[in-house]
């Protein structure tokens, strides 16, 4: 799910897709996946995690990290083409269910800003 920051534009919220994660330790992962983008487009996607800090709230585990790997589909950047990008997240996870939160830049007439929301399930 996508929350955008510019709500007068007609852009997808519901931001369906399936991806996949894997934390090798505390401070490192990697996440890859596809999903429907804002602009009603499939976007693909690798990116690394650093998740340097670490907090516990009420049983769960929260790691900041920033994100940064590769994207595509987005129709005004590279003309949905691959292009690198970089993300502040914040991991909340469970025992088995948790979510990522993101911060999207704006990139000014190429890539709306939003705050995406990435529901996770784990499953071993």
């Known amino acids: ?3 955008h ?3 007068s534009k007609n852009l997808r919220n519901d931001n369906v897709g399936f991806g996949l994660e894997v934390v090798f330790n505390k401070d490192h992962g990697v996440m890859a996946g596809s999903y429907a ?3 009603r487009a499939r976007t693909h996607y690798a990116v690394y995690q650093w998740r340097p800090l670490h907090w516990q709230l009420a049983g769960l585990n929260l790691s900041g990290a920033i994100v940064a790997g590769a994207f595509d589909g987005y129709p005004n950047y590279r003309k949905g083409g691959w292009f690198p990008a970089a993300m502040p997240m914040l991991a909340i996870e469970g025992e ?3 979510a990522n939160l993101a911060v999207v ?3 000014r007439n190429r890539l709306d800003g939003a ?3 990435q529901l996770k399930f784990r499953f071993w």
């Open 1 to 3: 799910y996508a929350e």
């Open 5 to 7: 920051f510019d709500r």
């Open 37 to 39: 983008n804002s602009n």
């Open 96 to 98: 088995r269910f948790g």
């Open 105 to 107: 830049p704006t990139i």
């Open 115 to 117: 705050l995406a929301i």
